[in-house]
């Protein structure tokens, strides 16, 4: 497996070093109406500090020079591109941006050491300094990010990233210590038992449980390796994966991510090659099978992420998280799921999950406040936004005998919606409610009347209410951020069917949608980029 990793790694290596390290700065501008400023630098320094680590470990795995001379390169050109964040007023709107790149650097830094004379070792430090002692003076120590209301997604990336470079710099530089006792104290305050809400979800969205974890664990695995000092141990109560088990559809091959692919309920960017290496490390740490048996379902490990999302002057969102899956993968962790559940409810974010098995591209199902997912055969087979008639807010429960799985939402009229799995192939959506409805599938599906298969093996049929119309490239999903003001570039531009459902006279609409398990393997599906 790890050969398999440093495939991947290899392979995106050589990619890195078909790109040119960054020269200019691109400082921030006001008035930035649709943020456009604000993702250029942020996906700017993402993609600049996911080279330079991707190429960081690279070289530091496999010891190619040619890795380690281009990363080395690429620490040096954003060290001088950067540099100038040092300056100028320090707020949150910077922060969360200029965090991650003081990270990329520090890991750079430490990969690469001795690639670096040491007049550049020395360039590199003063960089860093000059940044985290700004950030650490202006920013860090205010009531405002210092205190207890400051824990979730900003935060934990923030000060991370800013206790990553502390610990490149102990022993170096004497301020580093201060700030890492500062850093390790926000940890165990506040970041570790309030990041998370109390059943383990993450309030902000499924995706940013992800990257909260990610950065839990960059800092937490490097403060064990460089002090000794182990927090997985005491707060091991906080760092729980029910999220992504609940959430994990279907394998994960190279290639660009889709909407709900692998993971349901989630955004292209956030799908299983976003939390393979997380549930690697929790494998490791905590020894949990299932982890390890989810993350390797991931078969672009080692890879660095190239996203769907391009700023119109064309900065790409990069996630590297391939070196991270190299050094966290144990193989002496069994992978297998005997004795995990196949239910989950998460109260505190109105999301309830059932899945069939443990088997890759089994039926799994989510419902989040009114958008419903259902994963069959390896590909979302039914998605809707809009499950309720407007102004019903139902109140929803869970049960599960083993045999049969049920997420029921209604009020005091009834029930509104009922998502019932019968294990093991069946699951049956029961919806009332006037008026149409629609929701789009992936794959390629065919459709006749009421019914929609996908192969031999997924079956759809509308027993009560009538496909109304199928339009094959009717859904295209909105492809922007910043709440729909900046308009991205999609290096995939995909469309997908989508089908309106007009319910019975009496408001009624029944779903069944069937899944084949004879051979657990899903269907072969386009993963082109």
């Excluded at 559809?249 to 976003?274: C, F, M, W």
Aim: aromatic letters at 12%.
């Amino acid at each position: 497996m790890h050969a398999t990793i440093w495939n991947n790694i290899r392979e995106s290596a050589e990619w890195c070093l078909t790109k040119t390290p960054r020269k200019e700065w691109i400082g921030p501008l006001a008035p930035d109406p649709v943020y456009e400023n604000l993702y250029d630098r942020f996906y700017a320094i993402m993609g600049d500090l996911a080279i330079t680590e991707h190429l960081a470990f690279a070289y530091a795995v496999g010891g190619d020079r040619r890795y380690g001379d281009a990363g080395r390169a690429w620490v040096l050109a954003s060290c001088r591109a950067w540099q100038r964040e040092a300056d100028g007023a320090v707020d949150g709107s910077k922060a969360y941006a200029v965090c991650r790149l003081l990270k990329g650097l520090a890991v750079g830094y430490d990969l690469l050491y001795d690639q670096f004379s040491q007049a550049e070792q020395e360039e590199v430090r003063k960089t860093l300094v000059g940044i985290a002692r700004r950030y650490y003076a202006d920013y860090f120590t205010s009531p405002a990010i210092a205190g207890p209301g400051f824990h979730t997604h900003h935060a934990i990336v923030e000060w991370a990233s800013f206790g990553v470079v502390t610990l490149a710099l102990l022993g170096d530089e004497p301020e580093a210590r201060d700030w890492l006792e500062a850093t390790v104290k926000k940890f165990e305050d506040h970041l570790l038992p309030s990041g998370l809400a109390p059943d383990g979800a993450q309030t902000e969205g499924a995706t940013f449980w992800a990257s909260t974890m990610q950065y839990r664990l960059f800092f937490m695995d490097a403060l064990r390796r460089v002090t000794g000092r182990d927090l997985f141990e005491k707060h091991a109560r906080f760092m729980q994966p029910d999220l992504a088990l609940a959430s994990i559809a279907a394998e994960k091959q190279p290639g660009h991510n889709r909407p709900d692919q692998t993971v349901i309920l989630s955004p292209s960017y956030g799908q299983l090659d976003y939390y393979a290496p997380v549930l690697l490390a929790l494998a490791r740490e905590y020894r949990w099978p299932v982890c390890q048996h989810l993350a390797l379902w991931d078969h672009s490990l080692g890879r660095i992420q190239q996203t769907r999302y391009v700023t119109p002057h064309g900065e790409q969102l990069l996630f590297e998280l391939g070196g991270y899956a190299y050094v966290w993968f144990d193989p002496s962790v069994p992978a297998e799921a005997k004795h995990a559940k196949l239910s989950y409810s998460f109260p505190s974010v109105d999301e309830w999950y059932v899945r069939a098995s443990w088997q890759p591209g089994d039926l799994v199902a989510g419902l989040r406040k009114e958008q419903l997912v259902v994963s069959a055969g390896g590909q979302p087979v039914l998605a809707s936004q809009g499950m309720y008639s407007a102004g019903d807010l139902p109140k929803k429960s869970l049960d599960d005998d083993g045999s049969t799985a049920g997420i029921r939402s209604g009020n005091t009229d009834g029930e509104l919606l009922t998502v019932l799995l019968e294990r093991p192939g069946r699951l049956v959506i029961r919806r009332r409610g006037a008026g149409q409805w629609q929701w789009w599938s992936d794959g390629d599906p065919a459709r006749e009347g009421n019914r929609v298969t996908w192969g031999d093996r997924v079956r759809l049929h509308v027993k009560t209410g009538t496909i109304e119309s199928w339009e094959p490239g009717g859904y295209i999903p909105e492809h922007a951020v910043a709440g729909g003001k900046l308009k991205l570039v999609d290096p995939a531009p995909a469309t997908y069917p989508l089908a309106t459902v007009r319910p019975s006279n009496d408001g009624e609409t029944v779903i069944e949608i069937f899944y084949d398990r004879s051979d657990v393997t899903p269907p072969e599906t386009d993963l082109s980029p």
